[in-house]
């Protein structure tokens, strides 16, 4: 069997849900089971709604609700002919929306909003999606099962961000879909949503339904992950910093797990990470260019000359400087310090470390006054915003001579405030004003990839891929 999972602008209207359709048909002796996203901007909008009931916004909120039941109705009077169905499914979304409403209303009258609260608003769109494309599909004579990911997908209780159970997960996803795969079933499911022990609905955040996608796969041993979006695969770059940035044909889940990591949104961060223990390979694929063949990911890609694959970026990062002369000869100095981070749950990105410094990069803010308060009690502490990372990526970059020249050369007067050679020995971040992040992507773009350095490795993107 295979999973297919499809984005918010691949189910954004009955056209694009329609391919999808064609598409499954086509993988169908495959024994695909079908993730879905949310409709395209449905995610934001709900969360929208849920923030201004809670500053007291009702009738904005109220408005921005009306809209998204709309589009969903002009969806599925655009994708199903019958009109009986047709009744029906508008009979439950409105069901559905006075729901919203009035969980809405609660909020704004109380004054709180909870992660808890946004979860159950923010799981109704990817709900609404798969079930007008189930009926859809059913529509066309194929035989779509839609199972709720709230039966099977467990996880903790940390609303928003929740972390999925794998050992609950497996037991009950082959238990459940299972026979239903095996009697040629297709089944349809959320991606992004999942379910407490208890049976509360909690969202493994955003951009979820990758990683959703690949918790199915896992658990069920399928043959391949397919993430069908927008582009044409794993680009070398963003194509929204860098238009003529060029399609890889295969990478590894290493260098695929970085680029993820470091801000390459078409892949959620954790999406790698059930596919590597069971190696299966992930096809990143463009629906609206079904016939184009994507980029693999797998564990051990054919060898390449090429050093450099891919270049990440991402904004919105917190430089800390920590300086003490008591680190001179010491040891236990990095361990306060890092156990500081970790006592405040907040992940450290990037380190680099001299005699007398330690410099590291957070994204997530939410405890930083904390920190500092602790960092300051043993040593002095700057603190640099709105700075980014620009990550690049590739598994042979450590055997090639002269890359971090190379780099340095591209990008000229822009300065450089940090540098960090991965771990994993794969790639090279740098961090920078985040006024200069564009420039210093695009210049290095220029620099390793224009012209294409590797015609086996690397393709010309199709015209209709980016939005
Ligand atoms: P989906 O809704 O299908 O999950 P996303 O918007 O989450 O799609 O991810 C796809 C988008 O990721 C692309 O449209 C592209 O703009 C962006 N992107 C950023 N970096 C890359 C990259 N290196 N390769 C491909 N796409 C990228
Ligand atoms: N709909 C969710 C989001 O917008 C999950 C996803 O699309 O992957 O974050
Ligand atoms: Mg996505």
Not at 57 to 76: F, G, S
Request: hydrophobic content about 45%; overall charge negative; aromatic content about 4%.
């Amino acid at each position: 069997m295979i999973v297919m999972k499809f984005g918010g602008t691949s189910v954004e209207d009955a056209r694009a849900m329609t391919t999808v359709i064609e598409i499954v048909e086509r993988e169908r002796h495959r024994k695909p089971v079908v993730v879905l996203s949310a409709i395209a901007g449905a995610t934001n909008m709900l969360l929208d709604a849920a923030r201004l009931s809670v500053e007291g916004k009702l009738d904005e909120a109220t408005r921005l609700l009306n809209e998204l039941l709309e589009r969903h109705v002009l969806i599925l009077e655009n994708l199903i002919t019958h009109r009986t169905t047709i009744q029906e499914l508008i009979l439950e979304i409105r069901r559905r929306f006075d729901e919203l409403k009035n969980l809405c209303q609660g909020i704004a009258i109380l004054g709180e909003l909870t992660n808890r609260s946004l979860d159950a608003i923010a799981s109704v769109g990817e709900r609404l999606s798969t079930l007008i494309v189930a009926r859809g599909m059913e529509e066309r004579g194929l035989p779509a099962e839609l199972v709720d990911a709230r039966s099977f997908m467990m996880t903790d209780e940390q609303y928003a961000n929740a972390a999925p159970q794998m050992p609950f997960i497996e037991t009950k996803a082959r238990e459940l879909l299972l026979p239903l795969i095996n009697t040629g079933k297709i089944v349809i499911t959320q991606g992004f949503i999942g379910s407490t022990r208890k049976g509360i609905t909690t969202t493994l955040g955003r951009g979820g339904s990758d990683y959703s996608a690949a918790i199915i796969g896992a658990v069920l041993d399928a043959e391949e992950i397919q993430i069908w979006t927008d582009v044409d695969g794993v680009l070398t770059g963003d194509p929204r910093i860098v238009p003529s940035a060029k399609k890889l044909k295969v990478i590894s889940f290493r260098e695929a797990s970085e680029l993820a990591y470091f801000g390459a949104k078409v892949l959620h961060p954790s999406t790698i990470l059930p596919a590597v223990k069971k190696n299966i390979p992930v096809i990143v694929l463009n629906s609206r260019r079904p016939a184009a063949s994507g980029t693999r990911i797998v564990s051990d890609p054919p060898k390449s000359n090429a050093a450099v694959k891919s270049i990440a970026s991402k904004k919105g990062i917190t430089v800390i400087n920590i300086q003490s002369t008591r680190m001179l000869m010491a040891y236990g100095f990095l361990e306060s310090i890092f156990s500081v981070f970790s006592r405040h749950k907040t992940p450290v990105d990037l380190v680099s470390t001299s005699e007398v410094a330690v410099s590291l990069t957070i994204d997530n803010t939410s405890r930083l006054e904390e920190i500092l308060q602790e960092l300051e009690s043993f040593a002095e502490v700057s603190v640099f915003r709105n700075k980014a990372i620009v990550c690049i990526v590739g598994e042979q970059m450590h055997s090639t001579v002269g890359i971090a020249d190379r780099i340095f050369h591209a990008l000229g007067d822009i300065n450089v405030m940090m540098i960090s050679q991965g771990a994993s020995e794969i790639n090279m971040s740098l961090v920078v004003d985040e006024t200069d992040v564009v420039e210093a992507v695009r210049r290095l773009h220029k620099e390793f990839f224009e012209p294409v350095p590797e015609l086996e490795i690397f393709e010309s993107i199709g015209t209709n891929s980016s939005d």
